[in-house]
């Protein structure tokens, strides 16, 4: 069965570094991988989607590559704030059907 | 504002009762989805449907039940059936005419056995 894995355990990073969080998948071929943010009790937000032809997509300070060579995607936020702490999902789909969510990294940027 | 609401924000269920949490959307999707998230988990798909009158199970369906009466409305009834209902409950809904399969979530509803 589909199975997307992202590191289970927080991220602690130091404001103004770099943020990088991975999502790897198996058992799947999916069309878009999207990263999503969620915040303490509330829905999680869109951030980003990629295509399975593209390789990076950037927004602001975000930056997704997706490899599906390697079935994986990294997601990096530069130059990073507290603001950013939360909890990032990655899913995945192969268009309008099942949307598969990770069960996702919770970030701690930390002044 | 466009949005998707979901209501109420919390809900306490007796053992045995059955209870039914509201999804509405007004930014014309025509997919619409559920999902139950646990503490510390993912997002676990229940059901979701694609066009009025037609739905599909997702990964954990027991215990659960929706309709599809108006495009607008997709509700999900947690049945006695459903032996751990408590959790947090979140509806999405996605476009089916855009580029890619960006989901607009509501603010869940967390739903407590007492």
């Known amino acids: 069965s589909q199975k997307i894995e992202q590191n289970s355990e927080a991220l602690n990073i130091q404001e103004g570094k770099t943020a990088t969080l991975t999502c790897n998948y198996t058992?799947?071929?999916?069309?878009?991988l999207q990263w999503y943010r969620q915040d303490p009790g509330r829905g999680p937000v869109f951030l980003l989607l990629?295509?399975?032809?593209?390789k990076e997509k950037r927004k602001e300070r975000l930056k997704v590559t997706f490899d599906t060579t390697l079935k994986q995607s990294l997601f990096h936020i530069t130059a990073s704030q507290p603001a950013d702490s939360a909890t990032y999902l990655c899913?995945?789909?192969?268009?309008?059907?099942?949307?598969?969510f990770g069960t996702g990294t919770k970030l701690q940027v930390i002044p | 504002d466009g949005g998707i609401t979901q209501s109420p924000k919390y809900l306490f269920r007796k053992e045995g009762q059955n209870v039914t949490l509201s999804c509405e959307q007004n930014?014309?999707?025509?997919?619409m989805y559920w999902y139950r998230q646990d503490p510390g988990q993912g997002l676990r798909l229940i059901y979701y449907?694609?066009?009025?009158?037609?739905?599909q199970k997702g990964d954990i369906a027991e215990g659960y039940s929706v309709s599809r009466e108006k495009k607008e409305s997709f509700p999900l009834t947690v049945t006695s059936a459903q032996k751990n209902p408590t959790a947090f409950y979140l509806c999405?809904?996605?476009?089916?005419?855009?580029?890619?399969?960006?989901?607009?979530f509501g603010q869940g509803t967390r739903l407590t056995v007492v």
């Open positions: 990629i295509r399975e032809n593209e």
């Open positions: 999405a809904s996605i476009s089916l005419g855009g580029l890619g399969t960006e989901a607009f």
């Open positions: 058992n799947y071929s999916p069309a878009y």
């Open positions: 930014l014309n999707h025509d997919a």
């Open positions: 899913a995945l789909s192969r268009g309008y059907q099942k949307v598969t």
């Open positions: 449907s694609q066009i009025v009158n037609d739905f």
